[in-house]
C-alpha cells in the first residue's frame, strides 16, 4: 500500500507535460508489482552475479509460499505464483530488474512506432 501512496505522490509532483505519469499510472491500475510470475523471479535470481548465499536467501522468499485465510469457520489456504513482495529493501529492485525486459522491448516498439509515450 506504502509504494502505491508513494507512486501517487510521485506522480502529482511532477510536471503536467512528463511522458512518465501515464506510464507510472498504468504500471499502479495494473498492479504491476504483482503481476511478475514467481517462475521469472527465480530466473532473474540464477542469472544475477550475485553471493550465493544471497541468492537462496532471495529464491526462498518466493518459493513455496502459502497464505491461509479464515472464512467463517473454515481455513483456506491459496498458493501464490506471482508477485513481487513489498515492504523490504529490495522489493523495488527486484521488480525494476525482472520488468527491464518488457520496458526495453516497449522502448524498441515505441522507437519503431513513433508512440507518444515514449
Given at each position: ?12 509532483n511532477?510536471?503536467h ?12 491500475k495494473c498492479?504491476?508489482f504483482?503481476?511478475?510470475p ?6 532473474l535470481?540464477?542469472s544475477l ?8 536467501i532471495?529464491?526462498?522468499?518466493y518459493s513455496?509460499?502459502?497464505m491461509?485465510?479464515?472464512v ?8 501464490p505464483t ?6 523490504y529493501?529490495?522489493?523495488a ?22 508512440a507518444?509515450l515514449c
Amino acid at each position: 500500500m506504502l509504494y502505491h501512496y508513494s507512486a501517487i505522490g510521485f506522480e502529482t509532483n511532477l510536471p503536467h507535460d512528463s511522458r512518465v505519469v501515464p506510464y507510472t499510472q498504468w504500471l499502479n491500475k495494473c498492479n504491476a508489482f504483482g503481476s511478475v510470475p514467481f517462475a521469472v523471479l527465480e530466473e532473474l535470481f540464477t542469472s544475477l552475479p550475485i553471493p550465493e548465499d544471497l541468492r537462496r536467501i532471495l529464491v526462498d522468499i518466493y518459493s513455496g509460499n502459502r497464505m491461509d485465510f479464515a472464512v467463517g469457520k473454515e481455513s483456506v489456504s491459496i498458493f501464490p505464483t506471482a508477485g513481487v513482495r513489498q515492504g523490504y529493501a529490495f522489493s523495488a529492485t527486484i521488480f525494476n530488474m525482472a520488468s527491464e525486459p518488457f520496458v526495453k522491448a516497449g522502448k524498441s516498439c515505441c522507437a519503431l512506432c513513433s508512440a507518444v509515450l515514449c
